[in-house]
């Protein structure tokens, strides 16, 4: 079995569920994020972080993610993320050198090295730090200062971080007493898209771009992409229905719609 | 011996010093014999401990019961002239404080309900005396309530240029509450 | 010139001993030397009463830019059956402390960067009442975030007398057996 924090390699990385892949799920919540795995993996290549092998990396963390994809779908985005561009830095690295995309490869892949050794020596300073003896634990100061000296008080004692300090435990306070509200998501979902829907289409003559179905507050391009999937699904649901038509006249063509009358043709 | 724990006599000393002056009550013999090694001499440590602090700036002196280190007396009115301790806030004065500087201009009853707590005039009167919030006028609603702020004082105080140099919220809080807040604190007129 | 009257020498080191005791912060020399009578020595005055606590159970050390009687570092384990300790801040909060440390002034952003994971409130929150970082200031970028720094109780509780006291980066990455690095990272294969 590998210790505790350390992976196996990627030659050993199981192949179906299994224990070891149930190890390997735990492993990776334990880490801080995508790059605190980065590095543990790249420290088990016991070599000089300036002498990694990126593609060995990359092919350990790509197994890893893998494997845990297998036994839970939904990994947090930032690993996902990760994976992703890591896919993109292996491309780039194989290809022959010399070569545009070849000589952007290294150039990221020595960001990542760099951004290693970064975190690395964080972590190095947090061990050497929690390493010291430290006030209060391991050292003690005068337990009682003296009451004589406070006679002369010409002024306050508070600093900034005192003051950050009683504010978030004020409005902790505050909050405590409202009642919890998750926080709200903005998408615009089907049940959203559906009244809409069922709102508009009836005031539409004719054939309409799905586009204007939308509503006029969306917050960003993600925001307007989501509303766009919510009603096409509605509109789809709503043909299914009987109360609307649609229609694409070629792949990537805009979907039109409109309303349903069923005096007309009743061509499919 | 069978001492199980074997210190000697100086470490035994030493020991008993560390507790006594890192103890936040005077120490009393019985917890220097639960701290000492069995069989410790707690008289002869407390002598010799004794014997190295006379004539010096601190001194080893029995209150209440228990040993605790005191500055020398004839040098308190020497020390008194330097030492300058300030003020510490109590802690509704600084919550009080920190929740005027971030929504100024603010009255006392919406100050209450951001803290979830009642305001008492001695907070008030506290944060007053110390120059750090001002009166800035009337709210023209019902009961023309005054509006408190942030002085002068406050940003020196805490080494603020302008109140736009007060922290973000965000960057305090992952999920800031929700509590009605304008995006930056206006600075007083 | 003539030698100082030893009397009068014994009576500066006593003050400042009484000084420096009395404080539950460091003292710094600024503050000593105010105490002290004109003329004083300070450097002598420091040395005789460094001299006079040397492997006593409570010792002088020269912390955030000041003097700190504290406990002599082998009682810890002793120490720790009969007083009550704190405990430790958690990893993360550790890893985000030396961030800070090493990076300071930074900005939430930039530390969550180089950690390559989110900040939780909870580490921010740890770090903050431990009284280890404090705002230093707004970025002047889109914006304004806050940037954040070490305080003096940082250095008072990891037993620094200044920041230059942190081991240089380079040494950091240096891993038992240490291994000379190149001037320039060598590209992967």
């Known amino acids: 079995m590998a210790e505790p924090q350390t992976l196996p390699p990627a030659s050993q990385l199981p192949a179906n569920d299994s224990p070891l ?17 980065l590095l543990d993996l790249a420290r088990a290549q016991k070599v000089d972080l300036v002498r990694i092998s990126i593609t060995a990396l990359v092919d350990q963390y790509l197994a890893v993610i893998d494997g845990a994809r297998r036994i839970r779908l939904e990994l947090a985005a930032d690993w996902l993320v990760m994976a992703a561009w890591l896919t993109w830095l292996k491309s780039r690295l ?28 964080m972590r190095a300073a947090s061990l050497w730090l929690g390493a010291r003896p430290q ?24 600093d900034l971080g005192g003051l950050m300090r009683a504010y978030m435990a004020a409005l902790r306070r505050g909050t405590k007493h409202s009642a919890y509200r998750p926080a709200r998501i903005s998408m ?39 509303a766009m999937a919510s009603t096409l699904l509605a509109g789809l649901e709503m043909a299914r229905a009987g109360t609307l038509r649609l229609r694409q006249d070629g792949p990537f063509a805009p979907i039109l719609l409109r309303r349903h009358v069923f005096s007309e043709d009743q061509d499919v | 011996m069978s001492d199980p724990d074997p210190l000697d006599f100086n470490d035994q000393v030493r020991l008993a010093e560390a507790l006594v002056f890192a103890s936040t009550t005077p120490v009393s ?36 019961g228990g040993w605790q ?22 802690r509704a004065a600084m919550e009080t404080l920190a929740i005027i500087a971030y929504h100024q201009p ?84």
């Open chain 1, 21 to 37: 892949a149930e190890t390997l799920l735990l492993h990776l919540e334990g880490f801080e994020g995508p790059l605190d795995l």
């Open chain 1, 94 to 121: 194989l290809l022959p050198k010399g070569t545009e995309a070849a000589e952007e490869g290294e150039a990221a892949a020595e960001v990542l090295a760099a951004r290693l050794r970064d975190l690395q020596a």
């Open chain 1, 135 to 158: 006030l209060g634990i391991e050292l003690h100061p005068r337990g009682t200062p003296e009451e004589f000296a406070a006679i002369e008080t010409s002024g306050i004692s508070a």
């Open chain 1, 188 to 226: 615009w979902g089907v049940k959203d898209a559906l009244a809409r829907l069922a709102v508009l289409v009836g005031s539409l003559p004719d054939w309409t771009d799905l586009e204007q179905f939308l509503p006029e507050s969306l917050a960003g391009p993600m925001e307007r992409r989501a």
């Open chain 2, 29 to 64: 013999d019985r917890a220097l014999t639960l701290a000492l090694p069995n069989g410790a001499d707690i008289e002869a440590v407390i002598a010799e401990l004794r014997a190295r602090t006379t004539n010096r700036g601190v001194v080893l002196a029995q209150i209440a």
């Open chain 2, 69 to 90: 280190f005191r500055t020398a007396e004839d040098l308190a009115p020497r020390l008194k002239r330097v030492i300058k301790v300030p003020r510490r806030l109590p």
């Open chain 2, 106 to 189: 603010v009255t006392r009853a919406e100050v209450e309900e951001i803290r979830g707590a009642a305001l008492s005039q001695a907070t008030l009167d506290a944060l007053l005396d110390a120059n750090m919030i001002t009166p800035q006028g009337r709210r023209e609603t019902p009961g023309r309530p005054t509006m408190w702020g942030t002085t002068p004082a406050f940003l020196a105080h805490f080494g603020l240029a302008d109140l736009r140099d007060l922290p973000r919220r965000e960057d305090l809080l992952v999920e800031p509450p929700p509590v009605p807040l304008p995006e930056e604190p206006i600075p007083p007129a």
